[in-house]
């Protein structure tokens, strides 16, 4: 059992205080071993104040929710994501905190833990090892990243492309299959990372535009029918 209560060998609880703009306010710490024994990390209250949880844009909630049996594994992350807290939230270690890329390899082995499915949390963890990169990374990385964003975009427009047309294009199939693992090289050290975010994108973007344009149409209606449904203000309140 690798996530515990802060004060006993229980397992640990999620409780949360819901705070505007989406936020939320850590009200019971927890406890984390690391299975290979040369860590262990103790999350408080004071350590790790405010969450978002797991930032997951709408168009992607079908796949992954903010929470879940993911949380604990993402509340860890978000403390161990920043030094000071990750030092501050050191119990033994003597490896020391851990870096950023450390901190998402945590992430990835607390969700198997947690028996998030295989390709779910790799496919998690590679986007967090994303935007590690993206916030993070000198300019040089950084400029890199761009370039592959392209390219994961286009592998993608091709992949599919190349897939509905009839008769089926194998080359450009084949080239849309395989390109992101050339392209994952431009991640340096987290390559397999890249790879993982790579396929991910193949497979959810589509999906996720979908959802993107019936949302667009859902909001359209909300806008258009917004001036014959409001209701009346009760009596002796203004509406502004």
Not at 54 to 69: E, I
């Amino acid at each position: 059992m690798p996530f515990l209560a802060a004060n006993d060998d229980g397992p640990a609880r999620v409780l949360l205080e819901q705070l505007p703009a989406g936020r939320f306010r850590l009200l019971e710490g927890f406890r984390y071993e690391h299975p290979d024994g040369r860590r262990s990390f103790r999350v408080e209250p004071q350590v790790l104040d405010q969450t978002d949880l797991t930032s997951v844009p709408f168009m992607f909630r079908w796949f992954v929710n903010t929470y879940g049996p993911h949380t604990l594994p993402a509340l860890l992350h978000d403390c161990l994501i920043d030094a000071d807290k990750a030092a501050l939230a050191l119990v033994d270690g003597a490896l020391g905190p851990p870096t950023r890329l450390e901190a998402d390899d945590v992430f990835l082995t607390s969700l198997g833990e947690q028996d998030v499915p295989f390709v779910r949390r790799h496919l998690m963890w590679s986007s967090v090892v994303f935007q590690t990169r993206r916030k993070h990374s000198g300019p040089g990385p950084r400029a890199a990243m761009y370039v592959w964003i392209v390219a994961a975009f286009a592998g993608t427009a091709l992949t599919w492309w190349s897939a509905t047309t009839r008769p089926l294009q194998l080359l450009p199939l084949l080239a849309g299959v395989l390109g992101p693992l050339p392209f994952a090289l431009l991640w340096g050290r987290s390559a397999r990372a890249a790879a993982w975010f790579g396929y991910g994108v193949v497979l959810l973007l589509p999906a996720g535009v979908v959802v993107l344009l019936s949302y667009g149409v859902y909001a359209l209606c909300e806008w258009l029918l917004r001036p014959f449904t409001r209701s009346a203000p009760p009596p002796g309140v203004r509406r502004f």
